[in-house]
């Protein structure tokens, strides 16, 4: 009798053990399926955490300058007494693909209110990066930063690996609100209108 119920046993026990790891099998293939093509561009996003500063806590101004992707010259010095919005992105960072066409609507709505955009791009060549601006319609201009000599500038307002990130700068160029992480249009909007109503 023993005999005749062992077998019976070995193989509910191995089918309750095929039943158990098939689950996590097909769990662990639908993950791989789903996730894989986040990680095919090596980005490491910002966490998504929003800061307004108020204008008495704001620390010293920031200056931004290079040479754009047109090869004309660009200050954030020269727009003193405007709203600059800086955006640090590059094209292969799925977030700032997201948000391009957001970021460039938002330009467009805000221009004759003294306020003006500027990229910070971190990695691309001039190839690549016009490219992404061509694709998204981007009008507004973006300094390379392949020796991260901007971002070295902004330490302590834009974490190094954060892309995409988003600064608006008050008309005196101080940070006033910052964005880690891909841009809500709605925030975005209430920050620039918060400091366009100082």
Known sequence: MNARNTP????RRRLLGLGGTLPVALL???????????YDSGYVSGDGVTTEIPAA?????????????EDEDFSSVDLRGELL??????????????????????????????????GINVRDSAGP????????GITYPSLPDPDAQIMYALRGQ??????PSTL???REGRVAA????????????AMIDTVLAE
């Open 158 to 163: 834009v974490s190094p690996n954060a892309v």
């Open 57 to 69: 806590e704001r620390t010293d101004p920031l200056e931004i300058a290079g040479t754009t992707f």
């Open 8 to 11: 019976a046993r070995l193989s």
């Open 129 to 136: 990066a016009k490219a992404f601006e061509e694709n998204y």
């Open 28 to 38: 662990l293939a639908a993950c791989g399926s789903d996730t894989s093509s986040r």
């Open 168 to 170: 608006v700068l008050d």
């Open 85 to 118: 919005v800086v955006n640090v992105w590059y094209a292969s960072c799925p977030p700032c693909r997201k948000e391009a066409p957001d970021l460039q609507a938002i330009h467009e709505d805000y221009a004759d209110q003294g306020v003006s955009f500027v």
């Open 178 to 189: 910052r964005i880690s992480g891909g841009a809500d249009p709605s925030t975005l909007r």
